[in-house]
Protein backbone atom coordinates (compact mmCIF):
# COMPACT_ATOMS: atom_id res chain seq x y z
CA UNK A 1 0.00 0.00 0.00
CA UNK A 2 1.00 3.30 -1.05
CA UNK A 3 1.13 6.29 1.25
CA UNK A 4 2.22 9.37 1.48
CA UNK A 5 2.15 11.64 4.79
CA UNK A 6 2.73 15.13 5.16
CA UNK A 7 3.25 16.91 8.24
CA UNK A 8 4.83 20.18 9.85
CA UNK A 9 2.05 22.42 9.00
CA UNK A 10 0.63 24.85 11.11
CA UNK A 11 -0.09 28.72 11.95
CA UNK A 12 2.97 31.00 11.91
CA UNK A 13 3.05 35.23 12.08
CA UNK A 14 4.38 36.48 8.86
CA UNK A 15 8.36 36.45 8.07
CA UNK A 16 8.75 32.92 10.30
CA UNK A 17 9.47 29.60 9.27
CA UNK A 18 8.00 25.96 8.88
CA UNK A 19 9.65 22.98 7.78
CA UNK A 20 6.82 20.26 5.66
CA UNK A 21 7.66 16.65 5.64
CA UNK A 22 6.47 14.13 3.36
CA UNK A 23 7.06 10.35 4.80
CA UNK A 24 6.37 8.05 2.11
CA UNK A 25 5.95 4.14 1.90
CA UNK A 26 5.43 1.58 -0.47
CA UNK A 27 7.24 3.07 -3.44
CA UNK A 28 11.09 2.75 -4.32
CA UNK A 29 11.45 6.42 -3.52
CA UNK A 30 14.56 7.19 -4.99
CA UNK A 31 13.17 6.38 -8.38
CA UNK A 32 10.62 9.33 -7.48
CA UNK A 33 10.48 12.69 -8.80
CA UNK A 34 9.17 14.82 -5.94
CA UNK A 35 7.17 17.66 -5.78
CA UNK A 36 5.64 19.84 -3.61
CA UNK A 37 2.21 21.59 -4.36
CA UNK A 38 -0.60 23.96 -3.03
CA UNK A 39 -3.89 24.86 -3.00
CA UNK A 40 -5.08 28.14 -1.41
CA UNK A 41 -9.06 28.62 -0.73
CA UNK A 42 -11.37 29.53 -4.19
CA UNK A 43 -7.67 28.92 -6.10
CA UNK A 44 -6.28 26.35 -8.44
CA UNK A 45 -3.40 23.94 -6.91
CA UNK A 46 -0.40 25.05 -8.07
CA UNK A 47 3.08 23.42 -7.49
CA UNK A 48 5.49 25.09 -5.75
CA UNK A 49 8.81 22.84 -5.48
CA UNK A 50 10.34 19.94 -7.59
CA UNK A 51 13.39 18.03 -7.13
CA UNK A 52 14.02 15.21 -9.48
CA UNK A 53 15.70 11.76 -8.55
CA UNK A 54 19.01 13.19 -9.30
CA UNK A 55 18.62 16.43 -6.69
CA UNK A 56 17.71 18.94 -9.45
CA UNK A 57 15.59 21.42 -8.00
CA UNK A 58 13.43 24.47 -9.44
CA UNK A 59 11.08 26.62 -7.79
CA UNK A 60 7.68 28.37 -8.76
CA UNK A 61 8.77 32.22 -9.15
CA UNK A 62 6.89 33.58 -5.68
CA UNK A 63 8.60 31.18 -3.50
CA UNK A 64 12.57 31.30 -5.10
CA UNK A 65 15.09 32.52 -2.26
CA UNK A 66 12.37 31.57 0.35
CA UNK A 67 11.75 27.78 -0.13
CA UNK A 68 13.95 24.79 0.05
CA UNK A 69 13.21 21.08 -1.19
CA UNK A 70 15.57 18.49 -0.28
CA UNK A 71 14.69 14.56 -0.06
CA UNK A 72 16.79 11.66 1.98
CA UNK A 73 16.69 8.38 -0.11
CA UNK A 74 17.66 6.53 3.13
CA UNK A 75 14.50 7.67 5.14
CA UNK A 76 12.09 7.98 2.06
CA UNK A 77 11.42 11.23 2.73
CA UNK A 78 11.17 14.96 1.12
CA UNK A 79 11.17 18.51 2.55
CA UNK A 80 9.92 21.35 1.91
CA UNK A 81 11.65 24.30 4.20
CA UNK A 82 10.18 27.83 4.20
CA UNK A 83 11.28 31.02 4.99
CA UNK A 84 10.11 34.21 5.25
CA UNK A 85 6.68 33.14 4.96
CA UNK A 86 4.37 35.43 3.97
CA UNK A 87 -0.14 35.25 4.19
CA UNK A 88 -0.07 34.74 0.16
CA UNK A 89 1.50 31.18 0.85
CA UNK A 90 -1.39 30.10 3.34
CA UNK A 91 -2.59 26.83 1.82
CA UNK A 92 -2.82 23.47 2.49
CA UNK A 93 0.37 21.99 0.96
CA UNK A 94 0.29 18.66 -1.02
CA UNK A 95 3.30 16.10 -1.74
CA UNK A 96 3.67 14.66 -4.94
CA UNK A 97 5.46 11.61 -6.25
CA UNK A 98 5.61 11.48 -10.26
CA UNK A 99 7.44 8.39 -12.16
CA UNK A 100 5.16 5.79 -14.77
CA UNK A 101 2.59 6.36 -11.67
CA UNK A 102 1.69 9.38 -9.55
CA UNK A 103 0.82 9.37 -5.85
CA UNK A 104 -0.41 12.18 -3.41
CA UNK A 105 -0.19 12.80 -0.22
CA UNK A 106 -3.24 14.35 1.95
CA UNK A 107 -2.22 18.05 2.71
CA UNK A 108 -1.22 19.68 5.16
CA UNK A 109 -2.36 23.33 5.92
CA UNK A 110 0.09 26.18 6.50
CA UNK A 111 -1.58 29.62 7.75
CA UNK A 112 0.47 32.74 7.84
CA UNK A 113 -1.08 35.15 9.56
CA UNK A 114 -0.11 37.66 12.55
Known amino acids: QVQLVESGGGLVQPGGSLRLSCATS????????MVWHRQAPGREREWVAIISRGNTTDYKGSVKGRFTISRDNSKNTVYLQMNSLKPEDTAVYYCNARSADEYWGQGTQVTVSS
Open 26 to 33: GIAFHRYT
